[in-house]
Each structure stands twice: as C-alpha cells, then as structure tokens.
C-alpha cells in the first residue's frame, strides 16, 4: 500500500489498504494514481469489447437481476435496465443513517471500484470521488439491507445522485440533489452495461458500521483501563492480582496486554501502597485483565476481518482481464457473513466492557471500604449517585438486548434464488448502538470513581490518573450535595471522547 500525501489530499496508489488508513482518509479528499485509472479504463475496454463479440448472457449486464436472472435483455435495454435497477432498490426505511456511517461507505465504494473487477467506466469512479471531495453525502434510509446481493437498499440510495434524483446533505443543509451538483459543477450520468449492478451490490454499508465500531472500541480498550484504575484505587484495591507472572501464565495475549495497562495507570499511586485490610476483591476489580483482555482479542479479529473486506471486490458479476482472455464471473462475493458474525461478536465483547464497568460503579456506591453510602456527604437527605449506577444498569440492559446476533437469521427473498442472507447491516447497527453505549457507562463510572476519590484525600492516586483527574475537574465539579447529573454524564462522556489516546 502506498499512498502519498499532496496538501489536503490522499493519493490512492494501490495495494492494502487498513482500518486505521480509512480512517485517516475521511477527513481529508481524495484521488487515485494514474496506475489505478489505467487499471479501471483497462478492464472496461475489456468487458465492451467482449459484450459486442459474443452472443452470451452475462447476469445482470445483459440479464435480469435476482429472481428475474432468466430473462434476456435486448441491447437497447441494457441502459434503462441499469438505470432501474438503482431506482428499484433505492426502497430503504427507518432512520437516516448517520453521516459519518454514509461517508465512510462512499469511500469504501471508491476503493472496491477502484480494484478495476467491476469493470465501470472511469467517470462513474470519478463521480463518487466528487461527491466525497465536495462531501456531497446522500440521505440513505438504515433499513433495507438483508446483507445478502451486498446492500441493495442502501448503496441504491447512495447512488441515486448519479442520475439526479434522490437528497443530499452538503453543507449541514439537506436538500435535493440537483442543488448540490449545480452548486458544485457536477453532472449526473447515464448508466451503462453492467454499471447499476456494480453500483448496488457490495457490503460497502455493512462495512462501514463495523469500521466505526472497531475504531471506536481501540480507543474505549484503553479508556476502560484508565476508569478501572481510577475505579481500583477509589475501592482501595489489593494489587496481586495485577501480578505480571499470573498473567504471563494464562498466555491470552488481550489479557498481557490489559494487565500491562492497568499497572502503569497505577505506577507510583500513593493509595496502592497503602496496607489493605482485605485479600481479595470482587471479580469486577479481581478479574478486570481476563475480561477486558478477552475484548481486546477480539478487537484484533474484528480489525483482521475488517482489513480483509476493505481490500475486497464485493459486487457480482466480476470482470477478469489477462493478456491471454478476459471472463465474466458470477459469484456470491457480495454474501456479508463474515461481517455479519464479526460484528455480533465484537457486540457481545464490547457489552461485556460496559457489563463489567457497571459492576465497579455499584461497588463504589455500596457504603464499602470507607466509602458513604452513594458518595454522598449527607446520606438519606441527600441521594448522591445512586441513579447514576441505575442509568449505568439500564444502559447494560439495552446492550444485553443489542447483543442478540442477527447472523442467526436469515429469510428468503427473491422467490428463493436469495434462500440464505446474513444480516450484516442490521448486525452493523446494532454493534453502533452498542459502541454509544458503553462510551456512557464508562463516562459514569470514570465520574463516580473521581467522587470516590475524594474520599481517599490526602492520599493520591498515581501521578498519571492525577492528571486526568484534575484535568476532568476543569469541567466537572466534585459533588457538593444533590445536583442534577445528566449532564454531568454528557460532559464526562465528551471528556472521554476527547481524550487524544489515554494511555498512561
């Protein structure tokens, strides 16, 4: 993979593209090296030149689609047969999916079309790039997608714009699209063989979901090991089980990995060194490593997985073109089960992260180890943070629900041609929900932990989590007596988010 930086602007040269290199492209336009154009002009020229010297039905470029794969389309029809085909699908529901998710999956399109096996033409790569420079993001409805043709609904929606219908966002502004394109100079084209098809399928939107999360979920790997810390010095926590040989002989690396974390969150804290009147601690505190360990090696998996799809051509039919010959194949490259099953996974390990958290929150709260009933100064007059640990409970409730897999299940469509789906997207939204989420108990716990802290003065933490601390004590005042808190759980939400990279 090289990709070369020109101002504000991402050169795609080819190769391998990563989790972290989508990422650092969305905030930033792009465009693709003349190897790449080449490749895309190369591998259409080959396709019309096969179209017009054989008599061969090729699926959804000279045939019907799905269930209608058996009927031929004369030549004059080929155009308006792709042209319908983006119209029809465009049937998605629900909530609009947010903008960050639309972007991502238009540059997810880009790159896919950009492998040149698609076999469109250089102007319909072109527009999409045009949309994303000028961050022209259509309005794509989150519901519609079985994750089975790719993701007929929405990537139809995300297309519309090529042929003038359909709305936009673009500058914080939705209207329709021809507002936009006027504005920006853009024309809208004519579809050609082949090209709806390629537009339509692909899991460029289940992707999309699943790279948020996964991006997401590196940095919450890190902030949960800066809450727990917090959370262990605050519950006057035993430091053995941090042991590096107790974890060097459990051998799960996510495991090596949090326990490393933790203790130099807590190196030189006053409050570790102090004698413990206890051996052992709840398995929240106890087991912190094992949990969040197992989390992080999923992280890893999913990142794999997602690096794998990024780097794919996911449409179908593909074109292959060799000096020797060139072929059309069909396939079920756009079948999204391996995201599917990667994002219910990541869901269940993220909710655990959140699950855990929760655990430590009430135990702050329970009137233990010196601690005040619900942290507060006056007990009974005063509640404290007692419904902040209910919040927290409800939330891992709604996680535990979210963590139901959708890959479980799978209807037919199509009139049975379409007889086994994934479910990728739904299983994408869900992992989203699930991500927003856990930032929020984390935001409760890290707030209910610096309220306990208070309550170990004059002693510290360590010097690092001091940092921290006061740093959030810039936005968010220690408890007086009973307040309102739910913006107190906002603004300690953002404080987490904002954090560059938490680790000590």
């Given at each position: 993979m090289i990709i070369f930086d020109s101002m504000d602007q991402n050169i795609f040269e080819g190769g391998d593209l990563s989790v972290e290199d989508i990422i650092s492209f969305l905030g930033s336009k792009l465009d693709l090296s003349d190897m790449i154009w080449n490749r895309i002009e190369s591998n259409r020229n080959s396709l019309e030149r096969l179209l017009t010297k054989t008599g061969e039905s090729y699926y959804g470029i000279n045939t019907g689609f799905g269930s209608l794969y058996s009927i031929t389309i004369s030549p004059d029809q080929i155009r308006d047969l792709q042209t319908n085909l983006l119209r029809s699908h465009a049937c998605g529901v629900g909530p609009v999916a947010p903008v960050n998710i639309v972007?991502?999956?238009?540059?997810?399109?880009?790159?896919?079309?950009?492998q040149g096996h698609s076999a469109v033409r250089k102007e319909i790569v072109q527009f999409l790039i045009d949309l994303f420079n000028y961050n022209i993001l259509p309005i794509v409805p989150s519901m519609g997608s079985l994750g089975a043709s790719g993701d007929l609904a929405p990537l139809a929606h995300l297309c519309l714009p090529m042929i003038g219908e359909g709305e936009v966002v673009f500058k914080r502004e939705q209207m329709g699209v021809g507002r936009a394109l006027q504005t920006c100079g853009m024309d809208t084209i004519t579809l050609a063989a082949k090209e709806g098809l390629a537009l339509i399928n692909g899991t460029q939107f289940s992707l999309a979901w699943l790279i948020y999360a996964i991006e997401n979920a590196r940095r919450l790997s890190e902030v949960v090991e800066m809450c727990t810390a917090l959370s262990m010095d605050a519950y006057d926590c035993h430091p053995s089980p941090l042991d590096t040989d107790i974890h060097e002989h459990r051998r799960q690396p996510g495991q090596i990995i949090s326990a490393a974390t933790l203790r130099k969150w807590l190196d030189g804290s006053e409050i570790q060194k102090n004698k413990k009147g206890h051996l052992q601690d709840p398995y929240s505190f106890r087991c912190a490593p094992q949990v969040h360990g197992a989390t992080r090696d999923v992280i890893e998996y999913a990142r794999t997985i997602a690096g794998y799809e990024i780097n794919a051509v996911t449409d179908n039919p593909l074109v292959f073109n060799s000096e020797d010959e060139t072929k059309i194949v069909s396939g079920g490259n756009f079948h999204a089960q391996p995201l599917a099953l990667t994002s219910d996974f990541l869901a269940i390990a993220l909710a655990e992260l959140g699950s855990i958290s929760e655990r430590r929150s009430y135990l702050l709260l329970g009137g233990q180890r010196g601690l005040p009933p619900t942290l507060a100064q006056h007990p009974g007059v005063e509640s404290g943070m007692m419904i902040c640990q209910y919040t927290a409970a409800s939330i891992v409730n709604r996680n535990k629900i979210l963590s139901h897999p959708a890959s479980t299940d799978s209807i037919v469509t199509s009139a049975g041609q379409e007889d086994h789906v994934s479910m990728a997207a739904g299983a994408g939204m869900k992992l989203y929900e699930v991500v927003n989420?856990?930032?929020k108990i984390l935001a409760i716990e890290w707030m209910i932990a610096c309220q306990a802290l208070e309550y170990r003065r004059p002693f510290k933490t360590s010097p690092q989590l001091e940092e921290k601390y006061n740093a959030y004590?810039?936005?968010?005042?220690?408890?007086?007596?009973d307040r309102v808190l739910s913006s107190d759980i906002d603004m300690t939400e953002n404080f987490l988010r904002s954090l560059p990279s938490p680790q000590p």
């Open positions: 972007r991502l999956t238009l540059l997810l399109k880009i790159i896919s079309l950009s989420n856990v930032w004590r810039m936005r968010v005042a220690p408890l007086s007596g």
